[in-house]
């Protein structure tokens, strides 16, 4: 099955500054790579996603990329605010139907901090 | 949007005792609703895949027998933590997939039910 691995698992940073925040993935047919942000005790917040048939999106001060190739996608905030600080999960999903219909698998997760 | 709701949020049981847990999409049908759960300070791992009118599908590892799931509704979906003990403690989280796959709705969350076990 599919394997995400997320890092760095803990983040701090100075607000103002660029938090980035990597993953990658071990099945080559995942086609689709959602990001989402937990706050403590709440739901997952989906902030951003991207499919494989893209290479980069952007929305306001964040932004995805992704490598094929390498199997790797990474999540960009510029401009970061204490209001950022939470816990972030990449996920993978290959959207093919049959069994993988649906399934999101998530990474380790990132505690992100901004300093005000 | 799709909006899916869960409920309870919290829920404080004794061990032994069993725990049902709904989670409904409000304005959209769900073929199919997955159950993850989150403990502390962790990822969320999926359970079991829930399909309308047939067999939840379980993770490896995951007790069928334990953590009963049905979906006899196309927005409704139930799990049952049965004969619970402590170290079932965690976060329950349902997640639930438009039938008409519009966009990715499918991927929004409920949320979540804390569950503790004394």
């Known amino acids: 099955g599919e394997n995400v691995e997320q890092h760095p698992s803990t983040l701090s940073v100075q607000e103002g500054d660029s938090a980035v925040i990597k993953c990658t993935y071990s099945d080559s047919a995942s086609n689709y790579f959602p990001w989402y942000k937990q706050e403590l005790g709440k739901r997952p917040q989906l902030i951003i996603d991207?499919?494989?048939?893209?290479g980069e999106k952007k929305d306001q001060r964040i932004a995805v990329t992704l490598n094929k190739t390498a199997k790797h996608f990474s999540l960009h905030i510029t401009e970061t605010q204490p209001e950022d600080s939470a816990v972030y999960f990449c996920?993978?999903?290959?959207?093919?139907?049959?069994?993988?219909?649906?399934?999101?698998?998530f990474g380790q997760g990132t505690i992100l901090t901004v300093h005000p | 949007g799709a909006v899916v709701s869960q409920h309870p949020s919290r829920v404080i049981c004794k061990s032994g005792t069993s725990v049902k847990i709904e989670c409904r999409s409000l304005d959209f049908q769900a073929t199919t609703m997955f159950w993850y759960r989150q403990f502390p300070k962790q990822s969320l791992m999926l359970m079991a895949t829930?399909?309308?009118?047939?067999?939840?599908?379980?993770e490896q590892g995951v007790e069928k027998d334990k953590f009963l799931i049905n979906h006899a509704s196309l927005t409704l979906s139930t799990l049952t933590v049965t004969s619970a003990h402590p170290e079932d403690s965690s976060f329950y989280i349902c997640?639930?997939?438009?039938?008409?796959?519009?966009?990715?709705?499918?991927?929004?969350f409920g949320s979540g039910t804390r569950l503790t076990v004394v």
């Open positions: 991207i499919r494989s048939n893209v």
């Open positions: 996920a993978a999903n290959r959207d093919a139907g049959g069994t993988s219909y649906g399934k999101l698998t």
């Open positions: 829930s399909n309308e009118g047939s067999k939840a599908t379980y």
């Open positions: 997640s639930a997939r438009d039938r008409e796959d519009r966009g990715y709705y499918g991927y929004t």
